[in-house]
T-cell receptor, first 116, second 113 residues
Framework: DGGITQSPKYLFRKEGQNVTLSCEQNLNHDAMYWYRQDPGQGLRLIYYSQIVNDFQKGDIAEGYSVSREKKESFPLTVTSAQKNPTAFYLC???????????????FGPGTRLTVL | KQEVTQIPAALSVPEGENLVLNCSFTDSAIYNLQWFRQDPGKGLTSLLLIQSSQREQTSGRLNASLDKSSGRSTLYIAASQPGDSATYLCAVSLSGTASKLTFGTGTRLQVTL
């Protein structure tokens, strides 16, 4: 089955710790994205990557970092610099650019991060 | 800056009713408009994608229309069922941009028995 997996489903972090959220896709998609979802707000883009070894900041990148060493994988690290990290994090992928004919995005099941 | 609005924020209908969900956007230079469904605590499921050159798309009981010039899209659900209860999100991408979808805050739908 093709799809996007995220792990863990739930994650608890103490203040001052860095944590890494995993995102893997076997859809052979070039583009991958990380979004953050907070109650009452639309999804907001954190980082995106069009191809391997390349990634760009989204609207709310401060306090986050990513890597794209393999086409299938796009892990997100939430650093201690992120002031309010408690949220639901969603990973997505698409065959091509969001603003192009192959831009349909598909989402993983999400990771809920809670800071204790 | 693109803004996407969905009204109403919540809707409750009895089973069997046909219903319409609304989405409006401020910048008409969109390339794609995508409708998603989200169940509580879950990821998003893509329902329909309409490209800017299209006026509507259909999948089963769902029909999405797009009027780019007026900045509006509607999602029509026919013969609603309790299993349709979820939050429905619309999102748009601007032409030529690599980066992102801009999302509305969603309409929470409850279909009652």
């Amino acid at each position: 089955d093709g799809g996007i997996t995220q792990s863990p489903k739930y994650l608890f972090r103490k203040e001052g710790q860095n944590v890494t959220l995993s995102c893997e896709q076997n859809l052979n998609h070039d583009a991958m994205y990380w979004y953050r979802q907070d109650p009452g707000q639309g999804l907001r883009l954190i980082y995106y990557s069009q191809i391997v070894n390349d990634f760009q900041k989204g609207d709310i990148a401060e306090g986050y970092s990513v890597s794209r060493e393999k086409k299938e994988s796009f892990p997100l690290t939430v650093t201690s610099a992120q002031k309010n990290p408690t949220a639901f994090y969603l990973c997505a992928s698409s065959r091509g650019l969001a603003g192009g004919p192959m831009g349909e995005q598909f989402f993983g099941p999400g990771t809920r991060l809670t800071v204790l | 800056k693109q803004e996407v609005t969905q009204i109403p924020a919540a809707l409750s209908v009895p089973e069997g009713e046909n219903l319409v969900l609304n989405c409006s956007f401020t910048d008409s230079a969109i390339y794609n408009l995508q409708w998603f469904r989200q169940d509580p605590g879950k990821g998003l499921t893509s329902l329909l994608l309409i490209q800017s050159s299209q006026r509507e798309q259909t999948s089963g009981r769902l029909n999405a229309s797009l009027d780019k010039s007026s900045g509006r899209s509607t999602l029509y659900i026919a013969a609603s069922q309790p299993g349709d209860s979820a939050t429905y999100l619309c999102a748009v991408s601007l032409s030529g941009t690599a980066s992102k979808l801009t999302f509305g805050t969603g309409t929470r739908l409850q279909v009652t028995l």
